[in-house]
């Protein structure tokens, strides 16, 4: 490879070789490595548990970890291993499922408040600026209430609908700021209709920017999950997921099983940190992209 040479004066000497950075220089990789695991060995569960995760064994309750059971038993006498992985599906799915309702919501509430006159626009940011003074966790146990008994989806669609209002609004300033674009107006002349101008025209151009807060949301609502179910008002035992596995704790603290509380939280929370740095790495990451524009 040919030199790069800098003129001094008179003469032309060679210019300082600039280090190369690797690939995962910068990069969450721990992170990313404990996330993938998680999330490939609740999808690929069935290939793997030992025993059925849904299972009373009532002659072995509160049993701490032993070469049978590898993570102990809970207060109905079923397989916490097994539990772990059957579980993570319900949690991580409502995680995924509610933050593609709330970005949803969040792009198209946000681009047509940023894309139409000032009057709708002032209306739109009012009313999220309402949404916004109400306490997720309230509003949460609020609309669930109205709906009735909760269940995997009617919780994901719950926490959906009110976690896109931060989104909304940085979605509403992107497109305040691009909608006088060219290429925005010469396909309004050419005929082209709100929902074409959204996606293939604004949209790309700002999803770098909502993306972190998107990834958030993620380990937002698992969080919300956990806690209502925690609290008792979420997903039902029967139903398996690490909040309602936590769920068990008043029992496990009297009975002095341990391992039914620190086993699913260590998960809960592995998976949360590791969410959380891949989500800062973005938002680094579109920091930097938007400083070298």
Not at 70 to 91: E, K, N
């Amino acid at each position: 490879m040919d030199k790069q040479f800098i003129q001094v004066g008179i003469r032309r000497i060679p210019a300082p070789a600039t280090k190369k950075t690797k690939w995962y220089e910068g990069k969450p990789i721990v992170s990313m490595v404990i996330l993938g695991i998680i999330v490939l060995g609740c999808v690929c569960c069935d290939l793997f548990i030992p025993k059925d995760p849904t299972y009373m064994d009532l002659y072995h309750t509160n049993v701490a970890p032993n070469g049978e059971f590898w993570f102990g038993t809970d207060t109905m006498g079923r397989d916490i291993f097994s539990m772990i992985w059957y579980g993570g599906r319900i949690s991580l799915f409502i995680g995924f499922f509610a933050t593609v309702i709330s970005t949803a919501a969040a792009i198209l509430f946000g681009a047509i408040s940023g894309i139409e006159p000032k009057w709708l626009d002032n209306l739109l940011m009012r009313l999220t600026d309402i949404f916004l003074s109400i306490p997720g966790l309230l509003l949460i146990i609020f609309i669930q209430a109205i709906l009735g008994r909760a269940n995997v989806l009617s919780i994901s669609f719950v926490i959906g609908i009110t976690g896109w209002t931060s989104i909304a609004k940085v979605v509403r300033t992107e497109v305040r700021q691009i909608r006088n674009s060219e290429y925005v107006v010469a396909a309004r002349c050419m005929g082209a209709g709100f929902q074409r101008i959204l996606w293939k025209h604004l949209t790309p151009n700002f999803i770098s920017s909502i993306m972190f807060m998107v990834v958030m949301n993620i380990r937002g609502a698992i969080a919300a999950e956990s806690t209502l179910s925690f609290m008792g008002i979420g997903l039902s035992l029967e139903v398996i997921s690490w909040g309602s596995m936590l769920s068990l704790a008043d029992k496990a603290l009297l009975s002095g099983s341990w391992w039914i509380i620190l086993i699913p939280g260590v998960f809960l929370i592995a998976t949360m940190v590791a969410v959380t740095n891949i989500g800062n790495w973005l938002r680094k990451s579109a920091n930097r992209k938007e400083s070298n524009l």
